[in-house]
């Protein structure tokens, strides 16, 4: 809903052409939300309008990030929970790019069929991998063509919240592992733990977060990444926008 509603403003940081039809195909979905979608953008909620402009500014600085990895050589990139993410028929990339999408099947199998009815095209080589995070998903990332032995980039968008402080652990020790040097990893981060209670619109999401590893980027530097944090404010600034909290993490090996 975020990225549909942002594709059509005319002074756009992104266009995702395929986020409406994500929501057309699941009416429900978009009905029982209505409200939430109005406080929004009513402004019922301060808390819930930066949470809404984060979700604009993270998916703009995500597909920075990995347009650049890619501008740098990078040519493996992993989508981690990737949802409902287009990047990879709608971002530019250069050739020899292969981007994995790792999520639950369901969701794949959901994605796939908006897409073809769309006519989507992929813009790289796309590769679909079901797994659960919570379990061994090393294996079948790597039967479906990624190679340890070359840099990847990573994308943990709007994941690592929703995990457990052990889930997180399992899931960077997995990465780490398949990551050679040079290789690149990206999320949200802040100082501040986000407060599920100011955000009644989605308060069916927020009852979901199990926290993540308190201490993420300690984890990161502990095992040779080097880490770099980005102010969500100014962040937001670069773009022309503003943003009153949150913030983002990349690193490279």
């Known amino acids: 809903m975020v990225r549909a509603a942002e594709s059509r403003r005319r002074d756009r940081l992104f266009d995702d052409p395929y986020a409406a039809a994500f929501l057309a195909a699941a009416p429900a979905l978009v009905n029982r939300d209505h409200s939430g979608s109005a406080a929004f953008a009513g402004g ?4 819930a309008a930066a949470f809404w ?10 597909d920075d990030y990995l347009l650049g990895a890619a501008a740098g ?4 990139i992993v989508l981690v929970a ?4 287009t990047r990879g028929y709608r971002l530019a990339w250069p050739d020899g790019v292969r981007l994995f999408e790792l ?3 369901d969701v794949l199998a959901f994605k796939q069929r908006v897409l073809r009815r769309r006519g989507a095209v992929p813009r790289c080589g796309i590769r679909t991998v079901a797994a659960d995070l919570r379990e061994d998903w090393r294996t079948p990332l790597t ?8 840099p990847t980039a990573w994308l943990l968008e709007g994941l690592l919240i929703y995990l457990t402080a052990d889930d997180v652990t399992h899931l960077l020790a997995t990465l780490h592992e398949l990551s050679a040097a040079g ?11 986000p407060d599920a209670a100011a955000l009644p619109p989605i308060a069916e999401y927020t009852a979901l977060w199990q926290g993540g590893l308190p201490d993420t980027p300690g984890w990161l530097t502990a095992h040779g990444w080097r880490i770099q944090t980005h102010d969500g404010a ?6 022309g926008r503003s943003l009153t909290s949150g913030g983002f993490l990349t690193a490279t090996r």
């Open 103 to 105: 999520d639950q099947p």
């Open 73 to 76: 050589g990078v040519r493996q």
């Open 82 to 85: 990737s949802g409902l993410d």
């Open 53 to 62: 402009s984060q979700a604009v500014i993270r998916t703009r600085f995500f």
């Open 44 to 47: 019922v909620s301060a808390k």
């Open 143 to 150: 039967e479906a063509g990624l190679r340890p032995g070359q």
């Open 183 to 193: 290789s690149r990893i990206a999320f949200e981060h802040s100082d501040t733990v």
């Open 234 to 239: 100014q962040t937001a600034a670069g773009y």
